[in-house]
């Protein structure tokens, strides 16, 4: 199961974020700056899966751009690391270029139908 799912640049500035399960707002900012630190440390020869706490951190990097989920651990990360790459390429193919501004106008329509 998916716990969360963040989309962070190489400043370690979350650009989009959305959490499935409830994490209280001062949690959710600890957590993003831990998580942000493990996968911005680590050097492209190494692994793009992470045993972190009591959940798995699946990453990619794009460019400047991070995409991190976090999952439990029955979860098949080979899975969630394609659900990455396709899900970026569903916004390249829709924005024909996915930029920083992408991801602020994608915050702002989720934003939108939460009303």
Known sequence: MIKFFLMVNKQGQTRLSRYYEHVEI???TMLEAEVIKNCLSRSKD??????YKDFKLVYRQYAALFV???INETENE????ELIHNFVEVLDKYFS?????????L?????????
Do not use: D, P, W
Not at 46 to 51: A, H, L, N
Not at 78 to 81: D, I, P, Q
Not at 97 to 105: A, F, G, H
């Open 26 to 28: 001062h949690k959710r």
């Open 97 to 105: 270029r996915v930029v920083s501004e992408t991801l602020n106008l």
């Open 46 to 51: 190494q692994c793009s899966f992470i045993e």
């Open 68 to 70: 991190v989920v976090g």
């Open 107 to 115: 915050q702002s329509i989720y934003s939108l139908s939460k009303l």
């Open 78 to 81: 080979m899975a969630v690391y």
